[in-house]
């Protein structure tokens, strides 16, 4: 494979967001649409870092009483019981099934509070213009963007369960408040992965090695 | 030999031309570029078809039975969505119903109408908005994940009552292994390449 010097849009060229044609807009300001799919080209995806603060600021909002609120109330003939998402992985953890209850807190706990730290840390330094790490940078956000969706196992795990034990007045499971909490976070970050142009980093990249002077 | 500009660091490079299986990743970041699967237009048919049948099975037959105390439950896929609507968590109903049901049934819809239209090419132009729409509902199809928590739910439960899987669990499961299968034997490139150009003058410049 033999590179070409420097990125596309230094080159006048844009690829396609959906078919991939690079082609030659007639006018940098306005980008126009893909020849080949009809699709509205951008050199970069318009307003990637505002979209994607935005609904990473929400989404780590939301992870508060997605964690705090019982996520499902279990009712007996003798008692009545709640459990937030952290309770349900040390009730899987004593109950024997540890294998279970680190399935559940890597899905439900390490991945959505590593989505929020990698985008802000992502979004930090492409804001402060860093050059260092620019390979593994883009890799983290393909990484966030490729895990993402396996938080939203706690939603799945919690709507069979209160699908299935409904054996009133013996036993009945019913969704707590935080379950549509967590959703949103999930959905939330999915959105703000998919809203960061990976692009940026190289941008950003080039710019600082420009103005240092430093061949590229 | 095709010039592409790399979706994640926009390094515009040239492909070679690859041989069979073969794949090509962006020098700078390491992005995969073009693949070329070995049988690009029957093999993804054959397995859509196999998985859209299976995907069918998953959610018309119960997923998990349950008894306790002589008294018996069995839950469907879509019949789970529903009972978290009827307790009352509605959003959560929805995000679950799309994630688990709409989505991926939206995604094995289009890959059977953009396989089918690309086996004479030119392809119609709809055909480039059906390619538009897989791309958008892929992230949201979540099969796999709803295995996981379906299993999870049934040792969560298995604690409580006799939990036994249904037959919706084994099709769910087979519609796991054969959604990658389509993904590495899928070449959109090549759809690409077989789709009617929006600007026809601009195709035969090209």
Known sequence: MTA???????????????????SRPASAAAAGH????????????????????????????????????????????????????????????TTGSWPLALIVLVASVMIPLGKLAALAYVLVTVQRGSAANARERTRLTRTVEFIGRWSMLDVFVDTFVVALVQLSPLMSVAPGPGVVWFMAVVVLTMLAARSFDPRLIWDAAAAREDRDGRPR | ??????????????????????????????????TRPADPLDAPLALTIAAAIAFAVANATPMLRLSAEGREAQTTLPGGALAMWQAGSELTALAVAFCAVVAPACHLALLLAVLLAVRRPPAPPWVGVAMRWLERVRPWAMTEV??????????KIAQLASVAPGPGLFALLAVVLLVPAIATTFDADLVWRRIAWADARAQVRA
């Open chain 2, 146 to 155: 709803l295995l996981l928590g379906v299993l999870v739910a049934l040792t």
């Open chain 2, 1 to 34: 030999m095709d010039s592409v500009a790399c979706r994640c660091c926009d390094l515009l490079q040239r492909v070679p031309p690859l041989p069979r299986g073969g794949k090509a990743r962006c020098v700078r970041c390491g992005q995969l570029l073009a």
């Open chain 1, 4 to 22: 070409q010097a420097g990125s596309a849009a230094a080159c006048g060229l844009v690829a396609c967001g959906d078919c991939a044609l690079v």
């Open chain 1, 34 to 93: 893909c020849p080949r799919c009809g699709a509205a080209l951008a050199w970069r995806q318009p307003r990637s870092l505002q979209r994607t603060w935005a609904l990473l600021v929400a989404a780590a909002v939301l992870y508060v009483p997605a964690n705090v609120l019982p996520v499902l109330v279990t009712d007996t003939l003798v008692s009545s019981q709640s459990d937030t998402i952290m309770s349900g992985v040390v009730l899987l953890y």
